[in-house]
């Protein structure tokens, strides 16, 4: 079997937790004989093309002529995609959210292979449901032609699934959930957790830490004003946020401007084994989202053996079991939020309970070899799907 698999990301060019997804991803589908080739975007100082094993790389150029705004970039690198592309085989094209939608379905009525699509999140998800601006009506009318053009869709979620049927009109039976998974040995390298926790706290502070793009999304404002409220009544904790994004200056101004400057970390982006490094030495997660189809960094964090807090909303309420390896809260709600980290934090003996339930959850049921078995079972049944479909073309006869 052989896969084109495209996305904008891969690491080390890493925007979210999609270049993490589609690098684990390919790496397990290759251990099991898949042969991978994954196209997508060029990055400083890494090959173009980089061969292991059954897996391939392919780096195309992501700039060429003037693009005039996002999209027509988009459009831009799609097309050198498909360019590189027509350069190997496939038996199956798998593309990441619309950003390659154009390159998956144009290659699909070239090659005549069937196309499966996976939807990390939606735009009228991400716009909270409001669709009004050229841009997000321009995204979501794509997102309709991917899902029509698919096969078989794979969202990572049932929360996604409902929101696919509901906001691009797919049904149920095209759609197949399969979690995001967890490298297990990344996580769970050695960590001189002493060590780590000095570069960003006290001893005798407890260390809360955020994982997320700096966007209104991911509700990182909303942690602010909780921690806010925590710290007017007590000042044993220290919340290191990790990430960028366009909210950051601003919430790095209102921590500053309350008082309690000193009392936050903001990291900015870090390395991922430094982030692997603050899983392991934080005192428990918070993870605040208005909307997350799963929710990775949470898996993360609870394969690290930490407890979390997350917004009772998306993969978020699917990953989490409230009480067992951490708490829900309402989204948005400041006060309840703030309340959860107050308890968690004075009772050391629920959080060592939590961490222990979480982790193993996390190895059972999110590791990157279990899920590349799903995907490669569903590849497997869309190829016999595909053989028996008079969409294949015959083979000519001589």
Not at 202 to 210: C, I, N, Q, R, S
């Amino acid at each position: 079997m052989k896969v084109l698999m495209f996305s904008w990301e891969y690491p080390p060019r890493i925007i979210g937790g999609l270049a993490r997804h589609v690098y684990w991803l390919s790496k397990a589908l290759a251990r099991r004989g898949v042969e991978v080739t994954v196209i997508t975007l060029d990055y400083p100082e890494t090959p173009r093309v980089e061969h292991e094993r059954n897996l391939k790389i392919v780096r195309v150029s992501s700039y060429g002529y003037q693009s005039s705004d996002f999209a027509s970039w988009v459009h831009q690198f799609n097309l050198n995609m498909i360019e590189a592309a027509l350069e190997e085989d496939a038996s199956i094209i798998h593309v990441h959210d619309w950003l390659t939608a154009i390159a998956g379905i144009t290659l699909k009525h070239l090659l005549r292979r069937p196309l499966i699509a996976t939807f990390h999140s939606t735009e009228r998800g991400r716009r909270q449901g409001s669709i009004v601006e050229a841009m997000q009506s321009h995204i979501h009318a794509i997102e309709w032609w991917l899902a029509y053009e698919s096969w078989r869709i794979i969202v990572c979620s049932n929360y996604m699934k409902y929101e696919l049927r509901n906001s691009l009109g797919v049904p149920e039976d095209k759609i197949a959930v399969i979690p995001n998974g967890i490298h297990l040995v990344e996580v769970l390298h050695a960590v001189d957790v002493h060590q780590v926790r000095r570069r960003y706290a006290e001893d005798w502070e407890k260390l809360v830490l955020f994982v997320g793009r700096m966007v209104y999304e991911k509700g990182v404002h909303v942690l602010v004003d909780a921690a806010l409220s925590l710290l007017s009544r007590s000042q044993d904790v220290k919340f290191v946020i990790v990430g960028e994004g366009p909210m950051r200056k601003e919430l790095m101004d209102k921590a500053y401007r309350s008082g309690f400057g000193h009392k936050f970390y903001f990291t900015g982006f870090i390395e991922d084994l430094e982030l692997y490094e603050l899983y392991r030495s934080c005192d428990v997660a918070v993870f605040p989202s208005l909307y997350e189809p799963f929710g990775i960094v949470a898996l993360e964090a609870l394969m690290a053996g930490k407890p979390v807090i997350v917004s009772d909303v998306g993969g978020l309420s699917e990953i989490v079991i409230n009480g067992v390896n951490g708490l829900k809260v309402p989204p948005g709600d400041v006060h309840a939020l703030s309340s959860a980290i107050e308890y968690l934090i004075g009772n050391p003996e629920v959080m060592r309970a939590m961490g222990e339930n979480g982790a193993k959850i996390a190895r059972e049921v999110y590791s990157w070899d279990t899920i590349a078995e799903k995907t490669l079972n569903l590849y497997l049944q869309v190829l016999q799907e595909y053989e028996n479909n008079p969409w294949k073309p015959k083979k000519s006869v001589k």
